[in-house]
């Protein structure tokens, strides 16, 4: 065991029997693939805003958000009364409620290509959803994603290729439903759909870091071709605009599925679009229950988070405190001479170790290992994520994602944290 191995372990006694425990307990001893970590996943107990506390009593600034779903920061007092008053209400009434006609409100307020829309357990069942709706509507049965691209956990969204998918347990017949496109290539996209007859839809991931000539490219494509365009807003909605990526770049898409901000961090996702293919759910088409769809506590959290999302310019916030977190990070780079930067459009903080990026586009990506790049090794980014963890950041170094409640102050002391970090990597001689 290293120094940055020991000192996590010195810091961190009361996760270590939760992990061995779990490890029993759950399929590689942890319930979301991403919470994997050497020599133990931390265990935490409680957050406040940008902050969230170990069961050791540890305190970090908190950038992986509720994986992203969390831009008002933990325990909101708005949300905190909203859930709290409605659980003393019944949490589950079998019956529609006034929140979730607020909260289905609330989305066609802020992403105006939303004319109807049905709410769903999840980001991953809101793709399931858009891609059954766009099959019904054209009668066509192959979906276009980007290879690479990230849809949720469903077999569809899933398919990879005949190896990936046999190991996933994805049936045939669902790998033939998916045609894996090259990323950012509209020439590729354009020689998809003049050559096949049989497609209902091209998905695109609002997060995708793709040039916004490419984005509008694809609508105008996808338009001319009389396909449908679905755009995957689980992480950007709310997030990369109020009406999340087709709001920064003025782009209408036919169906936009949501979960994560939309739901104030409980569970929540809904499908949302032209009302003529959101219509496709009735009689004669899609039957669709769902046991927890638009539940009451949170149709309560996600109502009261549009609201604020609406009225507190919280978008705009968190990109700015990102801006600043980005220039400390490259600031941080530049003095300790590691190649690389931290880049990433909106409230997401890429950082790229090893390899350049141009810090000044916010549309540009580090360059790819067959034009020279060199990405420091996975062993390495693991090693740093301890050492920051040790320094207080609760973080992936490579991707960190803001709230509206990151100050200054916060942000200044993540940059003095993560450089700590890297000097600890140093000094073990791996960066
Ligand atoms: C772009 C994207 N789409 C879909 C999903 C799936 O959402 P959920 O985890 O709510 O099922 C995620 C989850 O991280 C995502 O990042």
């Known amino acids: 065991m290293n120094r940055i191995e020991a000192k996590f372990v010195e810091m961190h006694p009361q996760s270590k029997p939760l992990a061995d425990k779990a490890n029993g307990l759950f399929a590689q001893g942890v319930t979301h693939v991403s919470r994997q970590m050497f020599p133990y996943p931390v265990y935490m107990e409680r957050g406040s805003g940008p902050f969230k506390w170990d069961v050791d009593g540890n305190k970090y600034i908190d950038y992986k958000t509720g994986h992203g779903s969390m831009i008002l920061g933990q325990a909101h007092p708005a949300i905190v009364n909203a859930v709290q008053s409605q659980m003393a209400n019944g949490t589950h009434l079998s019956s529609g409620t006034r929140f ?42 192959k979906i276009v ?10 077999d569809p969204a899933y398919v990879t290729d005949p190896e990936t998918d046999r190991q996933y347990g994805i049936p045939t017949g669902t790998s033939d439903s998916i045609i894996n496109a090259p990323p950012h290539d509209l020439d590729a996209i354009d020689e998809i759909l003049t050559a096949r007859d049989d497609i209902a839809a091209v998905v695109f991931q609002g997060n995708d870091i793709a040039p916004p000539e490419f984005i509008r490219g694809l609508r105008e494509l996808t338009k001319i071709h009389g396909i449908l365009l679905i ?49 496709t759910v009735g009689e004669g088409g899609i039957r669709h229950p769902g046991t927890f769809n638009a539940n009451p506590l949170s149709a309560a959290a996600g109502s009261t988070a549009l609201g604020i999302v609406e009225r507190d310019g919280v978008v705009e916030t968190a990109e700015k405190q990102a801006v600043r977190l980005k220039d400390g990070i490259n600031k941080v780079l530049q003095s300790m001479e590691i190649p690389g930067g931290a880049y990433g459009v909106s409230s997401i903080v890429m950082v790229s170790l090893g390899t350049p990026v141009d810090t000044d586009d916010p549309h540009a990506v580090p360059v790819g290992v067959e034009q020279g790049g060199r990405p420091v090794a996975n062993e390495v980014l693991d090693q740093l994520q301890l050492a920051i963890i040790n320094e207080g950041l609760w973080t992936h170094p490579a991707s960190m ?28 001689g791996l960066i």
Not at 145 to 151: C, D, E, M, P, T
Not at 250 to 271: E, N
């Open 231 to 279: 755009f995957d807003e689980v992480v950007s909605g709310f997030r990369w605009s109020n009406a999340g990526c087709q709001g920064r770049y003025g782009i209408t898409p036919d169906l936009s599925a949501f979960a994560k901000i939309l739901a104030g961090g409980l569970p929540g996702g809904c499908v949302g679009g032209r009302a003529d293919v959101i219509d």
């Open 100 to 141: 979730e006609v607020e909260w289905g409100d609330a989305v066609c307020r802020l992403v105006p290509s939303v004319e109807k829309l049905r709410f769903v357990g999840s980001g991953t069942e809101a793709l399931m959803m858009a891609f059954k709706m766009a099959r019904v509507f054209s009668g066509k049965e």
């Open 145 to 154: 994603k980007f290879a690479g691209a990230f849809h949720g956990w469903s």
């Open 401 to 428: 994602i803001l709230s509206a409640t990151h100050s200054d102050h916060d942000i200044d002391e993540t940059v003095n944290k993560y450089e700590a970090g890297l000097q600890a990597v140093r000094s073990s």
